[in-house]
């Protein structure tokens, strides 16, 4: 048996919707029978929100069923709470515990000592997912809606960071195993992106830096992709300028519409035009890089709890539960 | 994860600018950016609504209205570097060539935390201090890899380039996420370390007499020496012993920098782009500077898709569209224009929607549109077209 249970680690520039994939990707895995957790750990309660329940409190709790019966947790993961946990838990410092927060210890390991935070958000994960529930673990599976690209490699090697500073200790052991954790073959760490310039550059440095780290990237979830509305030839056309505004015109006159528009309509079918040939120029570098790549269409009236049954049967139909 | 309550000397109001009157209407970018007591604009808003763009695009149409601009940003990724063409980001303000008119001028930088760090130390320490404590393995944890140290640094920074009266306008590009406003938690949090008992208690080795050295104490080293390795403990202390005479001058450095955020000089803009998510988020940032006193100019919503045909309703289109793909081949093609048309109305209407509900909250909150473009933006030119839509040469909202 493996030492944790799988770990999707979601990640993807601002903006992006990994909060949602994260949600959507958990409830993929969540066939019958099966329990998943998600993890927020930015304080956002972005999971509450996007599940429309009250926001999450330090505690797994159920907030849907999964895609085919299993069940969802969630989890806002608080790093102080954690560390309180931590101390409880591995050391019985019930009374140094109370003493370290008496002496503002608690609130300096938290917020003053930077990094510290990082060290305790993922070592709340790393318990989650080597918890055991008899003969298995807790949970078949941990989604972490994680930090951004821009601070995901520094993130989730945080605890390389440790292991150099504490050289000995049960710290140290924690974070050794953390990290071992982070590049198990049970580890994967997915990319969300749009189709656009700065996300996909932000995609393409996060591959490199997280393979340079050791860290196992998974799929590359491309978000928000607007479909292909306009056939080759009116591409052409409009690209050529051969589609004339008297012929938009007569042929809006022909329905009753407002022949004034066909200005605007033009503009509005290059401007969509110019869109898809920077999708399909985007999705080519992503396509270089060798990792898997999935697709997410825009969904036309935005995202509630029926439309992450969608998104889960998508992901799923793309391999990734 | 909040630190104590922060109460702001002399509450103030938040100074009601630009062209909106009294009470929201739309934000007035080009009063803001002519109004020479104005000397620090910080960008702040959620991941990917475009900040870093849109400081860019500030920066370059004040710098092309006559002002010495200075764009700061402290975002890891280099994504200002790629908008603006230069290729070395190296602490310090590079010129940006081609931008600026009338005795305007534009300078760039990303800030280098691990530097500007360093420099501090080295600016405010003996030599030989200076290499203890840059040698120190927790200082160089601290300096390098940590998150949070960014924060500190960026007040750091901003108070030398203000101090440095080389610029009469100075953008700061802020970090994505929430942790963005950290940085005006910065002094605060350095206050409650330099008084905190913890670091007294660190101190205490170093300096006290042996009594100091109560039964918690006892206790509370002895914990972390269990948790940690004792060896840590000392690199701690030894970096705390080092530093302490660092400390004050740096929370006195970041207090004037926060009284500075405060002043009359200074205007924060919220960005956000009409997403629900990123809506709240704006909100979140509104009510917070409300909260700590800092003068709010407005809220710049950026990738707005506004209907170049208007005088098409989605429903009509859809149904026209629907009759018009049976026809000959420019029928067709118009058919999908329509298509375009109708998604795009959605789109719109979803989006305004979303803005509606945030001016509904926040009334008072002067706010500016900015369209869509279809293509990236990634040269002066790009930032130009934002420019303009920020400005007066567009209808916006």
Known sequence: MALSTQLHVVTGKGGTGKTTVAAALAMALAAESRRVLLCEVEGRQGIAQLFDVPPLPYAERKVAVGLGGGEVFALAVDAEAALLEYLAMYYRLGRAGKALDRFGVIDFATTIAPGV?????????????????????????VVLDAPPTGRITRFLNVNAEVAGLAKVGPVRKQADSIMSMMRAPTTRVHIVTLLEEMPVQETLDAIVALRASGLPVGHVIVNL?????????TQKALANGELAAESV??????????????????????SRHERQVLQDSQRALLRETGVRLATLPALRDGVDLGALYELAQLLRDEGLA | MTGPAHTSPGGRHGHARGGGGPGGGRLDVDALLADRDVQIIVCCGSGGVGKTTTSAALGLRAAEQGR?????????????????????????PRRVEGAGADGGSLDAMMLDMKRTFDEV????????KAAQILSNPFYVALSSSFAGTQEYMAMEKL???????TW????????????????????????????GRFVRLMLAPAKGPAKLFSAGLGVVTGALNRLLGAQVLTDVQTFVAAFDTLFGGFRQRAENTFALLQASQTAFLVVATPEPAAMREAAYFVERLAGEGMPLAGLVVNRMHTGAADGIGADEAGAAAHKLAGGNESERQVAELLTVHVERQRIASREARVTKRFTAAHPSVPTVHVAALAGDVHDLDGL??????????????
């Open chain 1, 225 to 233: 992709e607007r479909a292909h509305v306009l056939s080759a030839s």
């Open chain 1, 117 to 141: 935070r990082d060290v305790l958000l993922t070592g709340k994960v790393y318990e989650a997912a080597r918890r055991r529930d008899g003969d298995r673990f807790a949970y078949d599976a």
């Open chain 1, 249 to 270: 015109a007569a042929a809006l006159r022909s329905v009753s519409l407002d022949a004034e528009a066909s200005a605007g309509l033009l503009d509005e079918g290059r």
């Open chain 2, 68 to 92: 010495r601009v200075c764009v700061l940003t402290i975002d890891p990724a280099r994504r200002l570097a790629q908008s603006l063409g230069l290729t070395e980001l190296d602490n310090v």
């Open chain 2, 384 to 397: 130009r077209s934002i420019g303009s839509l920020l400005g007066a040469d567009d209808s916006g909202a």
């Open chain 2, 121 to 128: 130390v080295e600016a405010h320490a003996s030599p030989e």
């Open chain 2, 168 to 195: 009469d306008l100075i953008v700061v590009d802020t970090p994505p996420s929430r942790s963005a406003l950290d940085f005006l938690d910065a002094p605060e949090r350095l206050s409650s370390l330099l008084d």
């Open chain 2, 159 to 165: 108070g030398q380039l203000h101090g440095e009266a």
